[in-house]
């Protein structure tokens, strides 16, 4: 079967991904910090409870603890630095106690510090940063699922046995050359293409990682809510290394 005939497989996961990026569009032209801060933490609780189930946590204070956080978001200037504070307080009331159990703070490493990261890109660097981000990410997932599927041969990691080195490869090198086109309106060449390049193998290696978190608890998707896609994590999963990873660089090299 062509690679052309076989797309109709795909025709939940097409029509998601549109719909996906038409939200992200009209939410891009209104761009308004609380919109934005409202999206974005309504997936990251949606995201939170995936990742729960992924890492086998049952405690539903922690969902309390998660919103809280968020609140914090749209108050405190620095976002990122949340996850820090909350850590502190964390191993503080776990030394107290004597109680408690450290995978539960699991999922405020993952995904909570994707996201809080994601957030500050928004407030530190504004849309067009944000709008970076979606280029590289959904380049690197387009091209290696394109390439992928037309020349792949080689596997690239026995973790996530689908993904080849062809379509790495390809997935990187084009959200490189499209990151560069976005990112050259903010930064100087160089800096572009450098950082288009890193931002994209992060994202490689945020798939790979969501994919070793199902493979271990032994779930295809890390839920249902996307038609073709599975979760929340299933389809942002690359954005929350690569959102790390973006606002490091801008920060570190310009």
Same mark, same amino acid.
């Given at each position: 079967m062509s690679f052309i005939s076989g797309m $109709? +497989?795909? /025709?939940? /996961?097409i029509l998601t991904g549109a719909a996906l990026i038409s939200a992200v569009v009209i939410i891009s032209i209104i761009n308004k910090e609380w919109l934005m801060w409202l999206v974005i933490g309504v997936m990251y609780m949606t995201a939170f409870y995936e990742a729960n189930q992924l890492f086998g946590v049952e405690n539903n204070s922690l969902y309390v603890y998660a919103l809280l956080m968020w609140v914090s978001v749209l108050f405190y200037p620095y976002p990122d630095d949340l996850l820090f504070i909350g850590g502190? &307080? #964390?191993a503080s009331i776990t030394a107290y106690s004597n /109680?408690?159990?450290? +995978?539960?703070?699991?999922p405020f490493m993952y995904p909570t510090a994707g996201?809080?990261?994601? #957030?500050t890109l928004y407030r530190e660097y504004q849309i067009e940063a944000l709008v970076w981000l979606m280029v590289i990410v959904?380049?690197?997932? @387009? $091209?290696?699922? @394109?390439? $992928? +599927? %037309? @020349?792949?041969?080689?596997? #690239? %990691? =026995?973790? %996530? =046995?689908n993904k080849t080195i062809e379509g790495v490869v390809g997935g990187v090198v084009i959200a490189t050359i499209l990151g560069f086109l976005v990112g050259v309106t903010i930064v100087d060449i160089e800096k572009s293409v450098l950082i288009s390049l890193l931002v994209a193998v992060a994202s490689v290696f945020g798939d790979l990682f969501e994919s070793l978190l199902k493979r271990r608890a032994g779930v295809k998707d890390s839920g249902n809510i996307l038609p073709g896609h599975g979760g929340i994590l299933? /389809? &942002?999963d690359g954005?929350?290394?690569a959102s790390i990873a973006l606002v490091i660089l801008l920060r570190g090299l310009t």
């Open positions: $109709g +497989k795909y /025709r939940d /996961r502190l &307080i #964390f /109680r408690g159990e450290w +995978k539960h703070f699991l996201f809080l990261f994601l #957030f959904v380049a690197t997932d @387009i $091209g290696a699922f @394109i390439v $992928g +599927k %037309s @020349i792949g041969k080689h596997q #690239f %990691s =026995p973790t %996530s =046995p299933d /389809r &942002i954005f929350l290394f």
